[in-house]
């Protein structure tokens, strides 16, 4: 909260994962050899690439004059680590306008004639699902009786970009009639995650860049720094042991439950190289305030805490 009140409302969301078929990680392995078996070359190779991404934001400016920032690295439970990162810009840099919003985030497939490149990594890395009554048992849906995809997907066609009513506006999503077979099914724009085509045809992996005009996406990318490690429960069970009766034995599920931390290997190796997990700038300070020094402050000193 502090850094949004000195350098003001957050302006983009960029999330970036690890692609574990980038040429310098299979490169680095055997071709018998699995990317989720080398868990060094998956960490190496990522922590490279936000360090790019860093450069291309905050020294090369790419998107703007950049004010504050703040970004996390995760860890998926198969291992691949992914960042968040939350981005405020100079006030000459802000972005006012749809026209704006076009220029930075695209949520269409493009021609695959003029960018045959980019064509296919919207292919391959943006296109959502599918989900829906294209494939019920998806990740992305949620409920019990109406069951729904959780990001709103397929998407709502729309002739221009227009400002919504929630975090992220409505970008445009035309019925051009382009259509990419993924996943066995045929998608259309209305199936396309937003992102940037530059950090896309450059990073070659699933970079969703969003334009955020309300504090809601502080407050959860503040969740994500402090929410705490990922947790796993667990029981443990002998079924070596014989039978010794058909008796029904008492089970202690209060002794038997266990709860534990959940670390993949590569965050034990992220950890291990002593990589930086979360970053913020400029950076926020907690001061402890004595409650003696309190009292004693005048009543203007107060104020100007």
């Given at each position: 909260?502090?850094?949004?009140q000195?350098?003001?409302?957050?302006?983009?969301?960029?999330?970036?994962?690890?692609?574990?078929?980038?040429?310098?990680?299979?490169?680095?392995?055997?071709?018998?050899?699995?990317?989720?078996n080398?868990?060094?070359?998956?960490?190496?190779?990522?922590?490279?690439?936000?360090?790019?991404?860093?450069?291309?934001?905050?020294?090369?400016?790419?998107?703007?004059?950049?004010?504050?920032?703040?970004?996390?690295?995760?860890?998926?439970?198969?291992?691949?680590?992914?960042?968040?990162?939350?981005?405020?810009?100079?006030?000459?840099?802000?972005?006012?306008?749809?026209?704006?919003?076009?220029?930075?985030?695209?949520?269409?497939?493009l021609?695959?004639?003029?960018?045959?490149?980019?064509?296919?990594?919207?292919?391959?890395?943006?296109?959502?699902?599918?989900?829906?009554?294209?494939?019920?048992?998806?990740?992305?849906?949620?409920?019990?009786?109406?069951?729904?995809?959780?990001?709103?997907?397929?998407?709502?066609?729309?002739?221009?970009?227009?400002?919504?009513?929630?975090?992220?506006?409505?970008?445009?999503?035309?019925?051009?009639?382009?259509?990419?077979?993924?996943?066995?099914?045929?998608?259309?724009?209305?199936?396309?995650?937003?992102?940037?085509?530059?950090?896309?045809?450059?990073?070659?992996?699933?970079?969703?860049?969003?334009?955020?005009?309300?504090?809601?996406?502080?407050?959860?990318?503040?969740?994500?720094?402090?929410?705490?490690?990922?947790k796993?429960?667990?029981?443990?069970?002998?079924?070596?042991?014989?039978?010794?009766?058909?008796?029904?034995t008492?089970i202690?599920?209060?002794?038997?439950?266990?709860?534990?931390?959940?670390?993949?290997?590569?965050?034990?190796?992220?950890?291990?190289?002593?990589?930086?997990?979360?970053?913020?700038?400029?950076?926020?300070?907690?001061?402890?305030?004595?409650?003696?020094?309190?009292?004693?402050?005048?009543?203007?000193?107060?104020?100007?805490?």
């Amino acid at each position: 909260m502090a850094l949004v009140q000195k350098s003001g409302q957050p302006d983009l969301f960029i999330t970036m994962t690890c692609n574990p078929a980038w040429p310098e990680i299979k490169e680095a392995m055997l071709r018998t050899d699995e990317a989720h078996n080398r868990p060094d070359h998956l960490s190496r190779v990522f922590h490279a690439k936000v360090n790019i991404l860093k450069e291309d934001l905050f020294k090369k400016h790419i998107f703007g004059d950049v004010a504050a920032y703040t970004y996390v690295v995760e860890f998926q439970k198969r291992g691949l680590p992914h960042i968040h990162m939350l981005i405020i810009l100079q006030p000459r840099s802000k972005l006012y306008s749809t026209e704006s919003y076009d220029r930075i985030v695209s949520a269409e497939i493009l021609d695959e004639q003029a960018n045959k490149h980019l064509f296919n990594m919207v292919r391959k890395h943006m296109m959502h699902g599918p989900c829906g009554s294209k494939n019920p048992k998806n990740v992305c849906m949620q409920g019990s009786f109406m069951r729904r995809c959780r990001n709103n997907y397929p998407k709502k066609w729309a002739s221009r970009t227009t400002h919504g009513n929630n975090t992220y506006p409505t970008y445009r999503r035309r019925n051009d009639g382009k259509k990419i077979i993924g996943r066995g099914q045929e998608l259309d724009n209305r199936w396309v995650v937003p992102y940037n085509p530059y950090l896309l045809a450059k990073f070659n992996c699933h970079i969703n860049v969003e334009i955020c005009s309300t504090i809601k996406a502080v407050t959860y990318i503040y969740k994500y720094i402090y929410k705490g490690h990922d947790k796993i429960h667990f029981q443990v069970n002998n079924d070596n042991e014989p039978i010794a009766n058909t008796q029904p034995t008492q089970i202690d599920e209060i002794t038997e439950y266990q709860s534990a931390r959940w670390v993949c290997p590569v965050e034990a190796i992220w950890r291990i190289y002593r990589f930086s997990l979360s970053e913020m700038h400029p950076a926020v300070i907690h001061l402890q305030l004595h409650l003696e020094n309190f009292q004693c402050m005048t009543f203007n000193e107060k104020e100007d805490l």
